[in-house]
């Protein structure tokens, strides 16, 4: 199985400041069709996960331009400008390339 | 609008199944891909697996044959999980969610449910 292995955040965040979420693979994401499969979730308290970031870099419909999705096909970086405070949650970067799909353990947001 | 509601939570006794249904609506069904998660709280997401609702077509998790079946019934667009012998390792929240398999990513999700397998 493809081992997803995600950083930590130096919490809290302080309101407005960048925040930036690593993610690695353990097997190159990158297809010979030339697209990442890479997704990036928020997980909200006591919500579902919602998509941010699909094929690495490709924000989701209606999802705020303050986030973008950066890497290489094993190395990914999930930037948040200017955070806010629905932001709050836990991040889970998430692999599409082969069975089983796997997600990283995820990383906690707080906002200071 | 597209919704994924999943029905209410479980609480189930030891070597005992339980179904759980997941009902959409606002999109076709019958030539869509669900997939189901279990997440234990305050942990991450695990995939369960994935059936086609055009043919039935499913691919599972190794680690969860043998414990989850995936059916779907297009009649009423519903999408079903039956969990069998359950232990006290299978308590989770589970959720479903639709895949798109076009574009790579789940991008509809239900509610999720709480199975609590307790005597």
């Known amino acids: 199985d493809i081992v997803m292995t995600q950083g930590a955040l130096p919490n809290p965040v302080p309101s407005g400041e960048s925040a930036s979420i690593t993610c690695q693979s353990s097997?190159?994401?990158?297809?010979?069709?030339?697209?990442?499969?890479l997704n990036w979730y928020l997980q909200r308290p006591g919500q579902s996960p919602q998509l941010l970031i699909y094929w690495m870099s490709t924000r989701a419909s209606g999802v705020s331009d303050r986030f973008s999705g950066s890497g290489s096909g094993t190395d990914f970086t999930l930037k948040i400008s200017r955070v806010e405070a629905e932001d709050v949650g836990v991040y889970y970067c998430?692999?599409?390339?082969?069975?089983?799909?796997?997600f990283g353990a995820g990383t906690k947001l707080e906002l200071k | 609008q597209v919704k994924l509601q999943q029905s209410g939570a479980e609480l189930v006794k030891p070597g005992a199944s339980v179904k759980l249904s997941c009902k959409t609506s606002?999109?076709?069904?019958?030539?869509?891909?669900m997939s189901w998660f279990k997440q234990i709280p305050g942990q991450s997401i695990e995939w369960i697996g994935m059936i086609y609702a055009g043919d039935g077509g499913t691919g599972y998790n190794q680690k969860f044959k043998g414990k989850a079946t995936l059916t779907v019934d297009t009649s009423s667009s519903t999408a079903y999980m039956d969990l069998s012998s359950l232990t006290t390792e299978d308590s989770a929240v589970y959720f479903c969610?639709?895949?798109?398999?076009?574009?790579?990513?789940?991008?509809?999700w239900g509610q999720g449910v709480m199975v609590t397998v307790s005597s």
């Open positions: 097997k190159s994401l990158l297809y010979s069709d030339g697209k990442t499969y």
């Open positions: 998430q692999q599409f390339l082969e069975f089983p799909y796997t």
């Open positions: 606002g999109y076709t069904f019958s030539t869509s891909y």
């Open positions: 969610a639709r895949e798109d398999y076009n574009n790579y990513y789940f991008d509809y």
